[in-house]
């Protein structure tokens, strides 16, 4: 049985709250590892959603590849293995052939020190070389002055952030040295505010994607709440920054402009996860009539034929069905073009309750009982009409043909996160979890059930296992009381993160929860081409993995 198993057979230590400073050299590497995202940090200065130079180590051979606003490659004359330290925002490598080291002075300029040759420069990038020194900036923003700057003090600059980092005590060598890298990940990722957006923001990964993503933020600031509290509050109010005055809020924004659709509403989930770190009730006086309006605006336009239940926009893309679900080409979306869907449901259940709890802290009793009662109305409604008494499983409904969905998907947990599922159906998912037809593989919780033939694969949501999913399915069996079961998907979940960071140097987007293909080599959006283009690999140094992986770290005292 796989429960039984995995509290068995894999070590995790439980964790205590006595911190211990974080060495930087965890993040040295013996060998050389590609798709390591590179780019100045919000954290340290000004950055520019435009011009912000953005790159990624590269594949084939020691180097760096230029992404935004430009493109060009940078070569080095380095062996494959040596001495590899790389952070977000610095470098320092050591070969028997030599020696080179870099850094991001600003947002627009990276020095580098060593040998090295630039190829494929388009006009967006300048370099400039002086000696053993080689300046490359954004072309509209450069300065050559910058090559005569100190580069070993801008290093040192730059590693203050990390070093003044703390960790919980006894953690293994593996675990510390996920934790560095994961940190210096969540670093690269924080940009500036910018025009409408007016607080420090976040992106999924910083390249390809460069935007600002409504539930990544959320799961990025659950992250950052152990870390830096403010940055976390300012993650979920860049958010609501970009609200229209209507309620909506987009999936994805910059600092200009907003989507057409929206994502998860897990808001007020996460402004009430931060604020147990926080304990600042004029924050919830603030964003919670913003709360408000945004799942009003969810019901009045998402509930479509008026039922009570709320459905997904679904797309014609073949590729990204759903965009809006987050779970773009999920099988749940193939072939339906309106589903009562099981995982909406559950999380404007979730904001319901939890805004009940903030108009409590408010004291506005009227406002409280509204909340309450819509939270227990939606629940009922998830448990009467998406529970399938012949797969023992919460699944979406059909609402053109007045039918329960085929596909057996990872969303069917998530009822337990609002408390839809009743105690006997809670003990039912867990048990799931340890039948091989069902959603007992090597990496648990699958996307898409094992028996699910049809419509598995190994391509984003119709296979492969999400670190995002797998934590809220945990919070929902914690919920219940079966922290056993909690306990042992986030064991898991943690060791494949650390085992694959430490085989290729990076989190990623999604695993293979069979274990059967090496992350780098999963499709998506039906194929494995990154030479094609870069949507076309499981994405490297991926947000939302880095930092639940810092709050399952951080949150083992709590089980």
């Known amino acids: 049985m796989i429960i039984k198993q995995l509290r068995e057979n894999i070590a995790f230590q439980t964790k205590s709250y006595a911190k211990t400073i974080m060495n930087p050299n965890l993040l040295q590497r013996q060998n050389w590892h590609g798709g390591q995202l590179l780019a100045f940090s919000g954290i340290e200065g000004k950055t520019d959603y435009k011009n912000s130079i953005t790159a990624k180590t590269s594949f084939k051979n020691p180097g760096i590849e230029i992404k935004f606003p430009g493109e060009c490659k940078i070569k080095f004359s380095l062996l494959d293995h040596g001495d590899f330290v790389i952070a977000g925002d610095f470098f320092d490598l050591k070969s028997s052939q030599g020696n080179l080291k870099g850094v991001f002075l600003d947002a627009y300029h990276l020095l580098i020190e060593g040998s090295c040759e630039i190829t494929e420069i388009n006009e967006q990038i300048t370099s400039y070389t002086e000696g053993d020194l080689t300046l490359i900036g954004a072309t509209a923003n450069f300065d050559k002055t910058k090559v005569s700057e100190n580069l070993s003090e801008a290093i040192t600059l730059r590693g203050q952030w990390l070093k003044k980092q703390t960790l919980p005590e006894d953690l293994t060598e593996v675990t510390q040295r996920t934790a560095v890298k994961f940190l210096s990940i969540m670093k690269t990722q924080i940009y500036s505010p910018e025009n409408q957006i007016k607080s420090h923001w976040s992106t999924p990964d910083r390249w390809p994607h460069k935007d600002m993503w409504l539930w990544d933020s959320v799961f990025h600031a659950i992250g950052w709440r ?13 958010v609501l920054d970009t609200q229209k005055e209507d309620g909506y809020i987009a999936h994805q924004m910059t600092p200009d402009k907003v989507s057409a659709i929206t994502q998860p509403p897990i808001l007020a989930y996460g ?29 009045k336009n998402r509930d479509t034929d008026g039922a009570g239940l709320v459905e997904w926009f ?45 108009a409590s802290i408010l004291e506005l009793k009227e406002d409280a009982n509204k909340w309450k009662n819509k ?7 998830i448990r ?6 012949e797969e023992q499983f919460f699944v979406d409904y059909d609402v053109d043909i007045n039918k329960a ?30 039948d091989p037809n069902m959603f007992a593989t090597s990496f648990p919780i699958s996307s898409i059930a094992v028996k699910d033939c049809e419509h598995y694969s190994k391509d984003m949501w119709r296979g492969p296992t999400w670190i995002n999913i797998n934590w809220l399915i945990a919070k929902g069996f914690e919920r219940y009381g079966l922290n056993d079961v909690a306990l042992s998907i986030r064991k898991r979940t943690s060791e494949v993160i650390e085992q694959e960071c430490e085989r290729f140097g990076v989190s990623f987007e999604y695993y293979d929860d069979r274990n059967e ?10 194929q494995c081409s990154p030479e094609e283009s870069p949507y076309f690999q499981v994405l490297h140094d991926y947000g939302w993995t880095a930092t639940l992986y810092i709050d399952l770290l951080f949150t083992q005292k709590d089980l």
């Open 271 to 299: 402004v009430d996860l931060v604020n147990e770190y926080l304990n600042n009730k004029e924050w919830i006086k603030e964003v919670y009539p913003k709360l408000c309006r945004y799942v009003e605006w969810d019901f």
């Open 517 to 526: 293909i090496d992350p780098p080599e999963l499709l998506r959006k039906g």
């Open 226 to 238: 152990h870390i830096d509290k403010q940055i976390s509050k300012e993650l979920i109010d860049a």
């Open 375 to 381: 939270h227990q109305e939606l629940n009922q409604l």
């Open 384 to 389: 009467k009409k998406l529970w399938s008494e």
């Open 314 to 358: 679904i797309e014609g893309n073949t590729t990204c069905r759903s965009g809006e679900s987050g779970m773009d080409n999920s099988p749940r979306f193939d072939t339906a073009t309106q589903l009562d869907a099981v995982d909406f449901n559950s999380f404007l259940a979730l904001e319901y309750e939890i805004l009940s709890k903030f």
């Open 405 to 434: 969905s085929p596909v057996i998907a990872s969303s069917g947990f998530l009822p337990l996160i609002c408390g839809a599922a009743t105690k006997q159906q809670a003990e039912i998912l867990a048990k799931h979890l340890n």
